[in-house]
């Protein structure tokens, strides 16, 4: 088991940049892919990114491909997520998954161990 804590969210604004950690309990971080969500308030929570448990095989959702880059420190058992050129709609709840085994998919069933999540808000 895996108990994930993320941490670097806040208020920036439109242009700026971010980046996400997600720190890891156990020793066995590196035979985990993990993958970063967000969530606004009433809406379904949305696949970002997501990275195989040696970090060779990364994936991002349309609208944040070439703007973010996931990462992953096996050394460390931490995860993170560079956000550039942040926009308003980048605003929403970030939570780090986590899901046994070297590749997992897009959806949230498929993690079965997730952080509390770190607010990120982009102010125009």
């Known amino acids: 088991q895996v108990q994930l804590v993320e941490s670097g969210g806040g208020l920036v604004q439109a242009g700026g940049s971010l980046k996400l950690s997600c720190a890891a309990s156990?020793?066995?971080?590196?035979?985990?892919?993990m993958a970063w969500f967000r969530q606004v308030p009433g809406q379904v929570r949305e696949f970002v990114s997501g990275?195989?448990?040696?970090?060779?095989?990364?994936r991002y959702t349309d609208s944040v491909k070439g703007r973010f880059t996931i990462s992953k420190d096996n050394n460390k058992s931490t995860l993170y997520l560079q956000m550039n050129s942040l926009g308003p709609d980048d605003t929403a709840v970030y939570y780090c998954?986590?899901?046994?085994?070297?590749?997992?998919?897009?959806?949230?069933?498929?993690?079965?161990?997730w952080g509390q999540g770190t607010q990120v808000t982009v102010s125009s």
């Open positions: 998954a986590a899901s046994k085994g070297y590749y997992s998919g897009n959806y949230s069933y498929e993690y079965p161990y």
């Open positions: 990275i195989s448990w040696n970090g060779g095989n990364t």
């Open positions: 156990g020793r066995t971080f590196g035979s985990y892919a």
